[in-house]
């Protein structure tokens, strides 16, 4: 099954949003990664590579991120890693829920699960 | 020259550059509170002092091996954006001084590390960012090596040169990247830290380069520079 990595300057946040998905998506694997290491805000390549090796059971693993530095560091962190995986240009709480839940079907691939985080952008709110 | 003694060498250019921006790290504060977030001289002091230590601990490397440990080093301990960009080009040109360093890899190595940062922070010059430091040096370097012939320590040093003008650059234009595009037209008037530590980096390089040669091989002459040229070297 393809796995998840949500990616945050703030641990809090990453836990919270993996959370949140996880409610919709049964047995996807969501992996929660941010903060600077040391209990601030930040991004750490190396942490999220581990989260990728978490993430991932052979299916490849897609990556929603927050912002700036995340981006960067998640894109550095795949290129490190062996593992496939794909960043999705999504906003990051609607994009993994969507991607969660894309996940569960029996024939999801990587692309199929990123297309759909994707699409949570152009979900309105109002 | 034998490649333990390169590695030598940039094991001194990472200390040397780690000491600079301790110098500068007041400097490249002030630099950031003007158009970012002030962390850029913490951030960058603490990554390379981190770096220093990682390759001072290395056994017997190579080149590469230095390269891509302080590479690596810098990902982990500079925050933000300055992480990826100067610790991920690192990482991935050190690729190119796999067979050592000569002009040719130096001038690959350069070029790689200027694409990966193009790539990762979609910048270009004029953006108001390293860039505008970087694609002068690269690009100056290239031509200095492999068109004009000139020995790589001439060549690093129109290199720096053309940072130096390139940090100028940034002074009177617009940010349109980065932390600084949000501040718009406020932004213009102030230098760019990214390319000012950019420079600061490349200083050091050459001092490295220019006392390791002297002590490398005192006699040598201009037109026999210790770096093999791309003719010695070729595969």
Do not use: C
């Not at chain 2, 950019?198 to 380069?209: D, I, N, P, Q, S």
């Amino acid at each position: 099954m393809v796995g998840l990595v949500v990616v945050s300057h703030s641990h809090t946040a990453a836990t919270g949003i993996a959370e949140v998905a996880a409610e919709m998506a049964g047995e996807t694997n969501i992996e929660p990664v941010g903060g600077d290491g040391d209990g601030g805000i930040g991004t750490v390549p190396d942490d999220i590579e581990a989260a990728l090796a978490v993430a991932d059971d052979g299916d490849g693993v897609v990556v929603l991120v927050d912002l700036g530095s995340a981006v960067m560091n998640a894109e550095v962190a795949i290129e490190l890693s062996d593992i496939e995986a794909v960043i999705a240009d999504a906003p990051v709480l609607e994009g993994a829920v969507n991607a969660a839940v894309a996940a569960t079907g029996p024939d999801a691939t990587l692309e199929a699960v990123r297309d759909q985080a994707e699409a949570a952008r152009d979900v309105d709110k109002l | 020259m034998s490649p333990d003694s390169d590695a030598e060498a940039a094991v001194t250019a990472v200390e040397n550059v780690a000491e600079r921006i301790e110098a500068e790290r007041e400097r490249l504060t002030d630099l950031d509170s003007a158009i970012g977030d002030a962390d850029h001289g913490g951030n960058m002091a603490r990554g390379w002092q981190a770096a220093a230590e990682a390759v001072a601990d290395l056994e017997d490397p190579d080149i590469e091996t230095v390269v891509k440990t302080a590479g690596k080093t810098l990902l982990s301990e500079v925050g933000g954006a300055s992480g990826p960009l100067y610790g991920g080009s690192l990482v991935f040109a050190s690729a190119e001084l796999t067979d050592g360093l000569t002009a040719e890899s130096a001038v690959a190595f350069a070029e790689t590390y200027l694409e990966k940062v193009q790539d990762r922070g979609d910048a270009r010059v004029g953006d108001k960012t390293m860039v505008d430091a970087l694609v002068p040096a690269v690009h100056t370097f290239k031509k200095s090596v492999e068109t004009d012939d000139l020995p790589p320590l001439d060549a690093l040093a129109k290199a720096v040169a053309a940072a130096e003008r390139g940090v100028a650059f940034t002074v009177p234009i617009r940010a349109s990247k980065g932390r600084a595009s949000y501040l718009g037209w406020r932004s213009v008037g102030h230098q760019d830290p990214g390319a000012t530590s950019t420079l600061y980096v490349m200083e050091e390089l050459l001092a490295t380069a220019t006392a390791h040669l002297d002590r490398e091989a005192p006699s040598a002459d201009a037109s026999s520079p210790t770096v093999p040229d791309a003719e010695a070297s070729e595969e």
